[in-house]
């Protein structure tokens, strides 16, 4: 439920080289064997391809790079181009074929060789990204990050002897650094070798004794290794440096769960949601991996919740704390309470599609019409073109006997509406806003709409057909249209009623009877079936039985305007 962020003249990557060189920018490449024409020509493409996509115009930029490759396929310049507009695509293996071009032409760049390493590392082929940095490191040798790189790239494919070995060569030529401490303790973790990891760390802990980081990764390794008592004094020691540090209380209530002290554990969950130095994403993130994601629950929903009131307590004016709140209230079917949760979250984060329409699908299970009207005409002052705002916008003012501005809503969304299923729904819905404005030539030429879109629609058939009635206007087709509802929901009581009072404002009294007959039998409780029953029984003679009928839709809290008055003078008034 829950619900989601650029490359401009260039590439932002996250993976192994980034962006942290700087390309050589500013003139073409040289084209070595070419005619002058076909250079000049080569160079003023290459120009409109650069000029193209600084405006974000990546199939123009596309077309002039592969008109460079084609006048000339040795130009690798070009190729690298193409490589990070087909990124920027989304289509990386393209992009893979692109830059491995580029270094077919020219393998003494170590850009290129950087951003195929990146292209590789979502790839996950290891191997292949150890001989990219192998061969960046032939290039700058003095370049630590590429042995860095390749170094988590060993370890990666379990390779964590080779490991060792980058980064013995990092320290002969650095000398020993923190960077490499923590690097070399992971790996002796990943083979398995606690004791050698503890030194290491052990060792950082000597040289930076007021460094509560450092005691946390001891107490990691302590607990890793099966030594609990060392483990808790190291994160002990961590909060005596630092009280505060949540992801040592967080530390914490993970030793304590491991080792069975489920109380101890989540109240040291709490202290990590109370603390400031624990970001929200953080703690957002325990939530819905431990109380919102299907299966994986660890832990109590009561917890889950008494977790988010810590989260909406710290963070007051935070979207994400009442949002988090909301999805694991909405997980225990506690609806009232996760629309306030979710109207909070709108409150101060007005720009989240998501967020609205959560809520409004809330309001909707509540019948909440008031609110729906409230949040859905607030929500379209954030997104004017969101079609089904309108739809739930006009559904609640019909609810509220707010016609006129159901209508206005309705049109405004109908305009907006892309697909047949959602124009469908407005179409219906102006049928019966139109009806009850008096407009019935609008509202018959709302149902015909729909009706093109959906010939076999049997709720809207029996709508058109019961407004119809009504008017006592075109009663063959709504008979027509009756009957064909009901063959396509033989059971649907609603259908029968409508089909019984077109018959009888076709005068078919005996007819009707059966029919309103049928759908009492199938629901005996409903108060309008018991008045169109005894009006249908006094048109056929049966005046004191249908005065009893009349008194039983009383009974059953039946308010229709004309209701008191057939009872009281035991006479038929339509």
């Given at each position: ?24 920018r ?55 181009e ?16 692109m ?55 060993l ?7 080779e ?5 013995e ?35 950082l ?39 505060e ?15 069975g ?14 603390s ?7 703690k957002?993130?325990?939530?819905l ?23 909406m ?5 935070d ?47 509540q ?6 009207e ?10 004017p073109?969101?079609a ?17 501005e ?6 405004k ?5 892309g ?15 139109y ?7 609008a ?12 010939r ?32 396509l ?6 259908y029968?009623d ?12 005996e ?12 629901f ?51």
């Amino acid at each position: 439920m829950r619900i989601p962020l650029l490359i401009v003249l260039g590439i932002a990557l996250s993976g192994t080289y980034g962006s942290a060189q700087e390309k050589p920018r500013g003139s073409a490449p040289v084209m070595r064997g070419m005619s002058e024409p076909d250079s000049m020509l080569f160079s003023n493409e290459f120009f409109a391809g650069l000029k193209a996509k600084t405006l974000g115009n990546t199939e123009a930029a596309l077309g002039h790079f592969s008109k460079c490759v084609q006048l000339n396929p040795a130009g690798d310049a070009a190729w690298y181009e193409l490589a990070i507009l087909h990124y920027s695509r989304g289509a990386e293996q393209e992009a893979l074929k692109m830059i491995n071009n580029a270094i077919a032409m020219n393998d003494r760049q170590p850009w290129y060789l950087g951003f195929k390493a990146d292209l590789l590392q979502k790839e996950g082929k290891y191997e292949a990204i150890v001989e990219t940095f192998n061969r960046l490191i032939e290039l700058q040798p003095g370049n630590m990050d590429h042995y860095y790189n390749k170094a988590n790239a060993l370890l990666m494919l379990s390779r964590a002897s080779e490991a060792l070995e980058v980064y013995e060569q990092i320290e002969a030529a650095e000398g020993p650094g923190t960077e490499l401490t923590l690097a070399r303790q992971r790996v002796y973790l990943k083979k398995g070798e606690t004791d050698k990891a503890v030194e290491e760390i052990s060792g950082l802990i000597r040289k930076y004794p007021g460094e509560a980081r450092y005691y946390l990764i001891l107490g990691e390794l302590y607990d890793a290794g099966n030594r609990p008592g060392k483990a808790l004094d190291s994160y002990k020691k961590a909060l005596k440096i630092e009280p505060e540090n949540g992801y040592a209380r967080l530390a914490m209530a993970d030793h304590y769960r491991t080792n069975g002290k489920y109380k101890d554990s989540f109240d040291e969950l709490k202290r990590a949601f109370r603390s400031p130095g624990l970001r929200i994403d953080a703690k957002i993130k325990i939530l819905l991996d431990n109380y919102i994601k299907p299966g994986n629950s660890l832990a109590r929903w009561d917890q889950g919740e008494e977790l988010a009131g810590i989260l909406m307590a710290v963070y007051p004016r935070d979207a994400r704390a009442y949002a988090v709140a909301g999805d694991i209230l909405l997980q225990q079917d506690k609806q009232a309470e996760a629309s306030n949760a979710y109207r909070e979250a709108v409150k101060y984060e007005k720009n989240i599609l998501l967020l609205w329409e959560q809520l409004l699908r809330l309001e909707i299970a509540q019948d909440n019409f008031q609110g729906i009207e409230k949040t859905s005409k607030e929500a379209l002052e954030y997104f004017p073109e969101q079609a089904d705002f309108y739809l739930f916008n006009g559904v609640a003012n019909m609810q509220l006997g707010k016609y006129r501005e159901a209508v206005a809503s309705l049109n405004k969304g109908l305009e907006l509406a892309g697909d047949s299923a959602l124009k469908l729904q407005f179409y219906s819905n102006l049928g019966d806003a139109y009806h009850a404005t008096g407009n019935h030539a609008a509202s018959d030429r709302a149902f015909e709409a729909a009706l093109q879109l959906d010939r076999s629609n049997s709720l809207i058939m029996n709508n058109y057909a019961y407004y119809l009635a009504l008017r006592e206007q075109h009663l063959e087709k709504a008979q027509r249209m009756s009957r064909q509802s009901i063959s396509l929901e033989p059971g649907n009581v609603s259908y029968q009623d409508t089909y019984a009072w077109v018959l009888y404002k076709a005068g078919n009294y005996e007819e009707a009877c059966k029919w309103i007959e049928k759908a009492i039998e199938g629901f005996p409780h409903s108060p309008t079936f018991m008045e169109h029953y005894g009006d249908i029984l006094f048109r056929l003679g049966e005046e004191e039985e249908a005065v009893n009928m009349w008194n039983k839709a009383k009974e059953l809290g039946g308010k229709s305007g004309l209701l008191d008055k057939k009872i009281r003078e035991k006479e038929l008034y339509e």
